[in-house]
């Protein structure tokens, strides 16, 4: 009960705040667009054979989720700097409660920006059997894991007036090298190192939505791997995070 | 660690001592206090900027570990304290979490204590009721002050600690203030606010804890605190007379020069001022003064020595 009241105050929070909600959700979209739309009756994109709105389709679900839970750190570093977060460390709150409030919210702001992604690539003619719908999906959740306490990490770790440019440069940082804007291929040194980031293995699960593979072994294992060491590490920059900042 | 544990005793502070590391100096912030606070009073931990008051408060809440030295709260460690719901506090910080109301805020905050107070009571209690379903970001910085201490309340604590609480309210809020904590209090409950107003530490507290440079000065009730440091102070103009035979005189605990006046600090003004005008009848302009908490502040905290304990500069001054 305890932990749920809080999910539901983050939640009512983050729901009331406009200008959050339109860069969060508007972003993505008006970037969909404005790449999509002109181009829409572009159906083999690179020599793909694949539609050009299926590909940014899925490659900004990718991005845009992956914003969207890594941003929770924005809101974590200004309630740092409002002094609530010293104010809830002072009541019988459970560390866990207080995860899993942030990751239910971050996740619930990622599932919207999917939703509306899917359905704008559909008002372009994006069609994909339902099989591939939903396992292009899972995957997707399952590879946000490792940013969601990326997210909580960056935002007890850094201060409101350094989280925007971090969370700016990794996304795009993190976007680019994995394959989110165009495809990086099957070898050279994008390849080789993207594949050891969680942000390849998100961007191949949106890939699966355009007709690639579901993970191989390493897949799994990277992200496993991602979502163990930044969970200890949100763990560890939020138990040290008891300072006035 | 503690050995026997005292039930009857909150609030627990053994050698408790707290550095911080600044620019490659070690700033040592509060340098082994020993306090020990018991059920029902209401005490004032009292000293300029840079004290040692919220480092005291933060240790005290388990926001920090001290380094040196233990601190306890109802026998335990704070953590556990804060776990079980038995402390409320008011942290020295401005602004509330936004998009929410005051009664949202009260809301969940109520939710995650195992026997919190009725949230519209509350609300009446610290006089919020009308501005509950505002949002907290459109509040005055005094009407935000008021819910961070409905905040600290509504959990109905054993002990409720403040820290700097009616900075930014003004005179009115701050009556109406006192009187919620004094309520809360006559419930027999706990209650240690730091301030640097002496007027409040006189008025709403049983006992003053003094600190400076990170130590407890002088820690009592009000009125010992101020007899500590000599009730009076007499001033006259002698210009001939011996600082050395002017402290000497009965009921005259030190002597100071000031151009051609002289200021003795008074143990007891009667004898002493009997004892002047004996051995010295040319003196003229006397006044008497009674030291308010004010003086015994600025006596026993005066920026000294950094490094010897203000106790030594009372010698010196005797």
Redesign the interface.
């Known amino acids: 009960m305890r932990s749920l009241a809080y999910t539901r105050f983050e939640l009512v929070r983050t729901f009331r705040n406009v200008r959050l909600l339109v860069f969060s959700f508007g972003f993505p979209l008006v970037l969909y667009f404005l790449i999509a739309a002109p181009n829409r009756h572009e159906h083999n994109f690179n020599g793909s054979g694949i539609s050009i709105p299926l590909y940014y389709m899925v490659g900004l679900v990718a991005f845009g989720a992956m914003t969207a839970l890594i941003s929770s750190g924005a809101r974590i570093a200004i309630e740092r700097t409002d002094g609530w977060t010293r104010q809830l460390r002072i009541t019988p709150l459970a560390t866990s409660a207080y995860f899993g409030a942030k990751v239910i919210t971050g996740y619930t702001l990622a599932a919207l920006t999917i939703t509306l992604l899917y359905a704008s690539g559909v008002s372009l003619g994006v069609s994909l059997s339902a099989e591939r719908w939903l396992e292009m999906t899972g995957l997707i959740i399952v590879a946000l894991i490792p940013f969601a306490a990326l997210g909580i990490f960056l935002g007890h770790l850094l201060t409101a007036d350094s989280i925007g440019p971090a969370i700016g440069g990794s996304v795009s940082l993190l976007a680019l090298v994995s394959g989110t804007w165009f495809p990086i291929g099957s070898h050279g040194i994008l390849h080789d190192v993207g594949q050891f980031l969680p942000s390849y293995w998100l961007v191949r699960a949106s890939h699966v939505g355009v007709g690639g593979q579901a993970w191989s072994a390493t897949g799994w294992i990277v992200i496993a791997a991602w979502t163990v060491t930044l969970a200890a590490l949100a763990r560890f920059a939020y138990r040290r995070d008891t300072r006035r900042v | 660690m503690m050995t026997t544990i005292n039930l009857e005793r909150d609030v627990e502070l053994h050698g408790a001592t707290k550095r911080f590391r600044a620019h490659g100096t070690v700033v040592p912030a509060v340098r082994g206090i020993d306090v020990s606070i018991a059920s029902g009073e209401t005490v004032a931990l009292l000293g300029p900027n840079g004290a040692g008051k ?1 480092t005291t408060i ?1 240790m005290l ?4 570990a001290p380094d040196r030295g233990t601190v306890s709260l109802f026998g335990r460690p704070p953590a556990q304290a ?4 038995q ?1 409320g ?1 008011m ?10 109301t005051p009664r ?1 805020l009260l ?3 109520a ?4 026997s919190a107070l009725n949230v519209e009571d509350t609300l009446e209690l610290v006089g919020i009721a009308d501005i509950a379903d505002r949002r907290t970001h459109k509040l005055s910085g005094g009407q935000a002050q008021r819910v ?1 201490f409905a ?1 600290a309340l509504v ?1 109905d604590p054993a002990l409720l600690i403040l820290d700097e609480p009616t900075v930014g309210m003004d005179v009115e809020a701050r009556r109406g203030f006192w009187a919620s904590v004094r309520q809360f209090a006559a419930r027999g409950k706990t209650v240690i606010f730091a301030t640097h107003y002496l007027d409040e530490a006189d008025a709403y507290a049983d006992r003053v804890i003094l600190m400076a440079h990170g130590r407890v000065v002088a820690d009592g009730p009000t009125s010992e605190i101020r007899a500590r440091v000599g009730s009076r102070t007499i001033r006259a103009t002698l210009p001939d007379a011996n600082r050395t035979a002017l402290a000497s005189l009965p009921g005259v605990t030190a002597a100071d020069r000031r151009g051609e006046a002289v200021v003795l600090k008074c143990s007891d003004s009667d004898a002493a001022i009997r004892a002047l005008l004996a051995a010295y009848p040319e003196a003229r302009d006397i006044e008497i003064a009674g030291a308010g908490l004010e003086e015994a502040f600025v006596e026993l905290t005066a920026d000294g020595d950094e490094t010897s304990p203000p106790t030594d500069r009372q010698e010196v001054l005797v």
């Open positions: 919220s933060d809440l388990g926001l920090i804060v776990a079980r719901g402390i506090a942290l020295q910080v401005g602004a509330l979490i936004r998009d929410v949202e809301q969940m905050t939710s995650l204590y195992p961070r905040l959990s």
